[in-house]
């Protein structure tokens, strides 16, 4: 069974930096886009990043200009580069790998950033 593993979350103070990796356990076909969303507490499942396949990116106007999202292709990896973090980032981090087929979600990692 395929998982997704992410990485990288943490406990950080306000304008800091973390890197959130995503890789998956074994081997899927078709990956066309890959995709970080995040969800804080009471609240619903929102998008950060994707990027697809020819590494056209699109991101929430939250993130734009401090967020970075990439992916190595080879590895099938997808990496979401976090700076000038703010308390309102703090949610878990999911990764999602779509494919033609069907949708891949990571476990979440949590992300918390302290005032």
């Known amino acids: 069974q395929v998982q997704l593993v992410e990485s990288g979350g943490g406990l950080v103070q306000a304008g800091g930096s973390l890197r959130l990796s995503c890789a998956r356990s074994?081997?899927?076909?078709?990956?066309?886009?890959m995709g970080w969303y995040r969800q804080a507490p009471g609240k619903q499942v929102d998008l950060v990043a994707v990027?697809?396949?020819?590494?056209?990116?699109n991101y929430a106007d939250s993130v734009k200009g401090r967020f970075t999202i990439s992916r190595d292709n080879a590895k099938k990896t997808v990496y979401l580069q976090m700076n000038s973090l703010k308390p309102e980032d703090t949610a878990v981090y999911y990764c999602?790998?779509?494919?033609?087929?069907?949708?891949?979600w990571g476990q979440g990692t949590q992300v918390t950033v302290s005032s």
């Open positions: 999602k790998f779509s494919t033609d087929w069907r949708d891949y």
């Open positions: 074994a081997a899927i076909a078709s990956i066309n886009t």
């Open positions: 990027i697809t396949s020819v590494g056209t990116t």
